[in-house]
Each structure stands twice: as structure tokens, then as C-alpha cells.
């Protein structure tokens, strides 16, 4: 468990993680906003997210290839709409004799870390995967990725380490009408917390080009 004195967060704050964090599905709509997101990511981002150095193309073949039917992608949006964390929750072959699985992996762009956001994808793809009958939830990362494996420890989840890799495991039970809930309130609300931000943006343009028209004195 990593000490915040001696290791303090150096992003703020404004809001607890006991606040709901609205989160997504995403469809093939969003292709563009989430090869975006990628895109902003850091050298050394992508290399945690993608477990190696991944430049611009690796990224783009990736997002091409996302499939939305297969797979869950979940997003997090800001007030501008901006896609400010995704989640690929990636469904891994079924084989016969093992539990069904499926992999997750997340990133968050810097400005919106420490609010919450990782966390709540991650609750939010373990209920899904418990309601589409995932039995193990896996993440792959490197074993130098601190935060990722506080945000795994925190979710129950038991790492392994074997050659500066870590694979974290997340034993899940079968859904209940409780996670089916829980989920549904959970689309409703982004739903709606969407909707809002889209409003509250149209209006936000609405005024500048107004005001715009005003100051032009046209
Ligand atoms: C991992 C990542 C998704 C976390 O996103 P986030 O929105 O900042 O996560 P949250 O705010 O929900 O939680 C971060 C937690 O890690 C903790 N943390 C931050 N830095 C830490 C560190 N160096 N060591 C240990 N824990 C750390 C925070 O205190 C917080 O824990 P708390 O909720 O118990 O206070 C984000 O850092 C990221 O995108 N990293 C690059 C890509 C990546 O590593 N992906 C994971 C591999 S698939």
C-alpha cells in the first residue's frame, strides 16, 4: 500500500470517489473520439496502458480494429465532452474446462486523474462482465505501474508478478438482479449527465456566437 505523505498525489481533488462517476457504454460512433483520447497519451502513458512503446499508427490500427460488438468499450466524458477515460473491456476465447474471461484495460488523460475515474470504470466493467457471465476479470500490466496495481489491490483483485509484468485476477461471482440494477442505473444516469453537458455546451456556443454578434455590432 503506497504511503501518501511519502509519495503524495500531485493532482487534485475535487470531488470524492464516494461521488458516482457517470460512465458509458461507448459505440462505433465515438471510433474518432477515442482515437483521440489515445492520441493525447504520453510516451510513457501508452507504455503503461499497451505494456510497450506504441506510436501514433499502432494506435490508429488498434482503434480501427476495435470491435463493438465483440467487445465493451466504456468512456467517461468532462463538462466540454471530452472523452477523458475509456476502459476496453476485450473478451478472451472461450476454452473448455476454464472459467470465461475477459481482459481490461484503462487509461485516463492526466488532467482528470485522481478523481475517481479508473476506479469507476473498473466497477463499472466488473458489473458488466458479471452480468454477461465473465467468471475472471484480468489485467495485464507492468509491475512498475503503481497506480494500476492500488486500483486492482483496491477491487479485490490477486496479482501475480513474474518478469516485470504483473497480471492481476479478479475471481467474479455470478450476476444477480442487484448487478443487472445496478448497471442499468448506471447507463441512465451517464445517459443523463450526458445529455446535460450537451445542453449546457450547445447553449455555452449559443451565447459566444450571440455575444460574438453583439460585440461585432453586427
Ligand atoms: C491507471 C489510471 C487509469 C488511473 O486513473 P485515475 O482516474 O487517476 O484513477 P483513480 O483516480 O480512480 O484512482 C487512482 C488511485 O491510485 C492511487 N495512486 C496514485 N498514484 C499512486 C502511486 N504512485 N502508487 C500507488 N497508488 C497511487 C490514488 O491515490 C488513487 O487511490 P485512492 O482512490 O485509494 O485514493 C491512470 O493513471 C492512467 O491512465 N495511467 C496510464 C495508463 C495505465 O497505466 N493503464 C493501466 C494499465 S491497463
Partial sequence: ???????????????????????RELHAGYREQILCHFLQLSEEDRRLRFGTLTPDEVIRHYVEQLDFNKDTIFGSFDAHLNLIG????????KVEGKPYAAEFGVSVLLEGRGQGIGNALLDR??????????????????????????????????VEYAYGDADAYLKLPPANP????????????ADFDYALKESLKRSNEAWMWFLGRSLLGT
Avoid: D
Fill in 125 to 158: 466493467a466488473a458489473v458488466h462482465s458479471r452480468n454477461t457471465r465473465v467468471e475472471t476479470l484480468f489485467v495485464h500490466c507492468l509491475a512498475n505501474n503503481k497506480t494500476m496495481m492500488h486500483l486492482a489491490k483496491k477491487a479485490g483483485m490477486q
Fill in 1 to 23: 500500500m503506497h504511503n501518501k505523505l511519502v509519495n503524495p498525489y500531485s493532482y487534485p481533488k475535487p470531488y470524492k470517489h464516494s461521488v458516482a462517476v457517470p460512465v
Fill in 178 to 189: 442487484g448487478t443487472i440494477v445496478q448497471e442499468a442505473a448506471n447507463e441512465h444516469w
Fill in 86 to 93: 475509456m476502459a476496453h473491456l476485450a473478451y478472451l476465447p
